[in-house]
């Protein structure tokens, strides 16, 4: 059932292709030009200068944070403080659940941090689950657990078509990062 606002469904933004992060955050911008209160809590990121973390410091109802490092997290031997990192990025989404603290609450790459055991997917899935009927929420990232699927409204696959990447382009101020 919707909510007032109509806020309160969950999106899974997965694939190999480019656009996961970016179009959550073009959600966000969409909903903060409404007054909607933005929360993006970035997971495995970490300390490079996103354009996002600028641009956003002028709306005054889009807040990002980061829980990471900049470097790549080893799936088969995370390091610890990924892992801790992680946790705290997780509670820290549980503690806006709690309070209600945003009508967009975006999760960002939490579909590779749950994929890779830094969280666990029944720990995302209950606080998905505990969201006010007005929160909507948003689960970015590849490799999307089957459970975030199942439990989302909307599901968006990007597929790699081409990325310049391939071509030995590597990531590009404003449009990477
Ligand atoms: P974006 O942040 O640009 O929306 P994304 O969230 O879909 O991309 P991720 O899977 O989070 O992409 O990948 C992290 C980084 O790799 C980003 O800088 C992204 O632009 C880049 N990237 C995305 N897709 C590809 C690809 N198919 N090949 C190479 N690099 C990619
Ligand atoms: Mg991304």
């Known amino acids: 059932m919707a909510s ?15 656009g996961k992060t970016t179009a959550s955050l073009g959600l ?14 970035q997971f495995m990121k970490g ?18 944070l980061q829980y990471g490092r ?10 610890q ?10 509670e820290r989404a549980r503690k ?19 994929e890779w055991k830094l969280v666990s997917v029944s720990d995302v899935m209950n606080i998905v689950r505990a969201r006010p009927e007005t929160m909507e929420i948003v689960l970015t990232g590849r490799y999307a657990p089957a459970e975030f699927i199942e439990i989302a409204d909307t599901v968006t696959e990007m597929t790699e078509i081409k990325h310049p990447f391939r071509n030995g382009v590597l990531a ?6």
């Open 70 to 79: 900049p470097d790549f997290v080893d799936k088969n031997n995370p390091a």
């Open 47 to 64: 300390d490079i200068k996103y354009g996002e973390l600028e641009a956003a410091k002028h709306l005054p109802n889009f807040k990002i």
């Open 81 to 90: 403080i990924d892992i801790d990192l992680a946790g705290k990025g997780l």
């Open 28 to 41: 966000g911008m969409r909903a903060a030009g409404h007054g909607f209160r933005v929360l993006m809590i």
């Open 96 to 114: 806006a659940v709690q309070d209600g603290e945003a009508d967009l609450l975006i999760l960002d790459e939490i579909n590779v941090a749950a």
């Open 4 to 18: 007032e606002t109509g806020l309160g469904m969950v999106h899974v933004y997965t694939g190999n292709g480019k």
């Open 172 to 177: 590009r101020k404003g449009v990477e990062y």
